[in-house]
């Protein structure tokens, strides 16, 4: 399983950006796929991870303005980040565990400034 996540940019605060994370290899529609973020000097946090069944759950930091989203047919995960604010600033990754094993693609730099 490969995961390759993109969109990231730099960005006003109060914009919008959607990350994408595109899967491929042996992976299912109901694999979870989680997206953490790590911001400079600090520890990695999850942020939105969306389930089988298309349930979703975000870190309560972005509840309201994220969306976490798939698209089975393409196989990718995507994350819109909507009235983004400076400390949204950081290397997003898109992650998923398939048959016990831990994927993670490489991040994707998401800048925000005021």
């Known amino acids: 399983v490969q995961l390759q996540a993109s969109g990231g940019g730099l960005v006003q605060a109060g914009g919008s950006l959607r990350l994408s994370c595109a899967a491929s290899?042996?992976?299912?529609?109901?694999?979870?796929m989680t997206w953490h973020r790590q911001a400079l000097g600090k520890q990695r946090e999850w942020v939105a991870i969306i389930t089988s069944g298309d349930n979703t759950v975000y870190t309560d930091s972005v509840k309201g303005r994220f969306t976490i989203s798939r698209d089975n047919a393409k196989n990718t995960v995507y994350l819109q980040m909507n009235s983004l604010k400076p400390e949204d600033t950081a290397v997003y990754y898109c992650?998923?565990?398939?048959?016990?094993?831990?994927?993670w693609g490489k991040g994707t730099q998401v800048t925000v400034s005021s």
């Open positions: 290899g042996s992976i299912s529609s109901t694999d979870p």
């Open positions: 992650q998923t565990v398939v048959r016990g094993s831990n994927y």
